[in-house]
């Protein structure tokens, strides 16, 4: 369950119908029924005899299948590595029994420490934005250098604790700075190495422009000292990957810039949510729904997985479909090549060179089968790839494995044909002809 997330998910996957969609597939139906309903009657129609050689439409029609097939087999393998590496992806930060929850108005120091008191409550922090919610941007830069966009988070002291940030070089705000939002800021270990590379960070001045359209959500000064360097983490959606750049600017309780209360709970429990919950309503008169750190991972891994399970489901009907039409028209090849199977025979062909036929053109139509549906798979696997860098454009064993599933059901449907081939009786058959 994903108790206050259905809006983002929602958001994530609009379920609205679309009139444009229907339509579409009402079109592609009428255009389906037409197309292959129509060369059929139209030949039956003609009176003319049957042509003795293979039809290329109906041979493209078979590798046109087994094309789909691989292409759904190898973009569900891709995506459920992606979805795999995803679930083990590690965001930077420890989510385990964190509870994030908007604020109406900015929450007193009283209140923050009475959340933090509770027997449910491990520790509590305040910030302008949770991590996995989105990554908010602001133009910063050495103070000798053009200020760019950057992402930049408000955040009380207890905040790297709290989501067990490390810090891998000098300090954190302590409490004074942070209730006089001093002018000192922490950057990520990434900032320190675009901004500076070639040397320590520690000390150095950086120049903060203020938000022209939202001046509230700016910090009061223009200049700040870097105290400290931490780790690098994930504060926009996973499909992102870690932050290129993050600056850190100290908060309080009272800060209109940090209305997002962070709970580390000592179990996240539903009896904990709903004191949460009672307590923030009775302080802010009202609260959005509280939700999870690994409830936002659900949802942000949900549209991997369901993908990978509309793939994978299409994938195995088409295979169904390519199954049985390979079956058919090496069924209908062995019947309109009896004669000629029957003369081979006569002449002393062996079973076994009469299996291969039938079985070489099977391998055939999987053999170009896979090479299309390989391609295709490959631009398809390069549109999620773009989404989620966890995808492996070019994942071999997605690739293999669909593969291989193409051929061994090829080969499997042409083995009933080929039997059937290798047990024509050629004394019959002439007389027959």
């Not at 295709?376 to 989404?387: H, T």
Request: proline fraction near 6%.
């Amino acid at each position: 369950t994903v108790p206050g997330m259905v809006g983002r998910l929602v958001r994530l996957l609009p379920l609205d119908p679309d009139l444009r969609v229907l339509g579409f597939l009402l079109l592609a139906a009428v255009g389906a029924t037409l197309v292959f309903g129509l060369a059929p009657a139209l030949k039956a129609s003609s009176g003319k005899p049957d042509s003795r050689r293979p039809s290329r439409l109906r041979n493209a029609l078979v590798v046109t299948q087994v094309a789909v097939c691989s292409l759904l087999l190898i973009v569900a393998g891709v995506l459920l590595r992606g979805s795999a590496a995803l679930e083990r992806y590690d965001p930077g930060f420890d989510t385990h029994n964190v509870v994030s929850a908007t604020l109406q108005s900015p929450p007193t120091a009283r209140f923050v420490e009475e959340v933090r008191s509770q027997t449910w409550s491990e520790t509590s922090a305040l910030a302008a934005q949770a991590p996995l919610l989105g990554r908010l941007t602001l133009s910063i830069g050495p103070v000798n250098a053009a200020t760019v966009r950057c992402g930049y988070n408000f955040v009380s002291p207890e905040y790297f604790d709290l989501l067990k940030i490390p810090v891998v070089r000098g300090r954190v705000f302590n409490a004074g700075e942070a209730r006089a939002q001093a002018p000192v800021v922490l950057i990520s270990e990434a900032t320190a190495r675009q901004f500076w590379p070639r040397q320590d960070p520690i000390g150095e001045i950086v120049r903060i422009e203020p938000q022209l359209q939202d001046r509230a959500a700016s910090p009061s000064f223009r200049r700040a000292q870097i105290i400290g360097i931490v780790h690098d983490i994930s504060s926009g959606d996973l499909s992102e990957g870690r932050d290129t750049t993050m600056f850190y600017l100290p908060a309080a309780p009272g800060s209109a810039n940090a209305q997002m209360l962070l709970v580390r709970m000592k179990a996240d429990t539903e009896a904990a949510r709903r004191a949460l919950n009672a307590m923030i309503e009775h302080e802010t008169s009202g609260a959005r729904l509280t939700y999870s750190l690994d409830e936002i991972i659900t949802v942000e891994t949900f549209p991997f997985k369901l993908s990978f399970a509309i793939a994978a489901f299409l994938g195995v009907l088409a295979l169904a479909l390519a199954v049985s039409g390979v079956y058919g028209v090496l069924s209908f090849l062995v019947m309109q090549r009896r004669r000629e199977i029957g003369i081979r025979i006569a002449l002393g062909a062996p079973a076994a060179a009469v299996v291969r036929l039938v079985l070489g053109q099977s391998a055939r139509f999987a053999l170009w089968g896979a090479a299309i549906g390989a391609a295709l798979a490959l631009g398809v696997s390069r549109i999620f790839a773009s989404l989620l860098e966890e995808i492996n454009t070019y994942e071999p064993l997605a690739y293999g494995a669909g593969i291989i599933a193409v051929f061994a059901a090829a080969l499997a449907a042409a083995y009933w044909p080929s039997r059937r081939a290798a047990r024509i009786d050629p004394a019959s058959t002439l007389r027959c002809e």
